[in-house]
């Protein structure tokens, strides 16, 4: 990615330590974080390092997980209720599934538990309850269609 690519990319994020993690996560050398940005190196490294040891203290393992936050077998992380019944959900969490400031996430009670569901889980979960409900090889798309001209043709006629 270009240069300045990569600073429009960060520009929006309101502190530097914001910026140094959205650039890591895009893949950008350490060493061309700081550069980027006009910071030292070893305040990028600090940043990370630090994200690092906060994610190995939060989960609770010795090392940081080597799979993907959003696997189910994911030990689960301790959080607090705030005021008015706010959750902070965990940057390291945040970062895994690319959440942001913003976007929508879908609550559900299930078995006592409280699922988070990002828009693209919530879809999946629908769309298996529909193919619960539709034989194997039936397009509901084709259906929708077939329908839809048999009425054009039928008010053709009218």
């Not at 690519?5 to 929006?12: G, I, K, P, T, Y």
């Not at 607090?80 to 996430?105: C, F």
């Not at 409900?133 to 009218?158: H, N, Q, T, W, Y």
């Given at each position: 990615?270009?240069?300045?690519?990569?600073?429009?990319s960060v520009?929006?994020?309101?502190?530097?330590?914001?910026?140094?993690?959205?650039?890591?996560?895009?893949?950008?050398?350490?060493?061309e974080i700081?550069?980027?940005?006009?910071?030292?190196?070893?305040?990028?490294?600090?940043?990370?390092?630090?994200?690092?040891?906060?994610?190995?203290?939060?989960?609770?393992?010795?090392?940081?997980?080597?799979?993907?936050?959003?696997?189910?077998?994911?030990?689960?992380?301790?959080?607090?209720?705030?005021?008015?019944?706010?959750?902070?959900?965990?940057?390291?969490?945040?970062?895994?599934?690319?959440?942001?400031?913003?976007?929508?996430?879908?609550?559900?009670?299930?078995?006592?538990?409280?699922?988070?569901?990002?828009?693209?889980?919530?879809?999946?979960?629908?769309?298996?309850?529909?193919?619960?409900?539709?034989?194997?090889?039936?397009?509901?798309?084709?259906?929708?269609?077939?329908?839809?001209?048999?009425?054009?043709?039928?008010?053709?006629?009218?």
């Amino acid at each position: 990615m270009a240069e300045s690519d990569l600073r429009a990319s960060v520009e929006h994020l309101p502190t530097t330590s914001a910026k140094v993690r959205a650039l890591a996560a895009q893949g950008v050398a350490r060493a061309e974080i700081a550069r980027l940005l006009g910071i030292r190196y070893q305040q990028v490294r600090n940043v990370l390092e630090r994200d690092k040891a906060r994610e190995t203290k939060l989960t609770g393992l010795s090392e940081p997980p080597q799979r993907p936050l959003h696997d189910e077998a994911a030990p689960s992380v301790k959080v607090r209720l705030g005021p008015d019944g706010r959750v902070v959900i965990p940057a390291s969490i945040r970062e895994a599934l690319g959440l942001k400031e913003g976007d929508v996430l879908f609550a559900r009670l299930e078995g006592g538990e409280i699922k988070l569901l990002t828009p693209e889980a919530a879809m999946r979960r629908a769309q298996a309850i529909v193919r619960q409900f539709v034989p194997e090889g039936v397009s509901l798309v084709d259906e929708l269609i077939a329908d839809r001209r048999r009425e054009a043709a039928r008010e053709m006629k009218e």
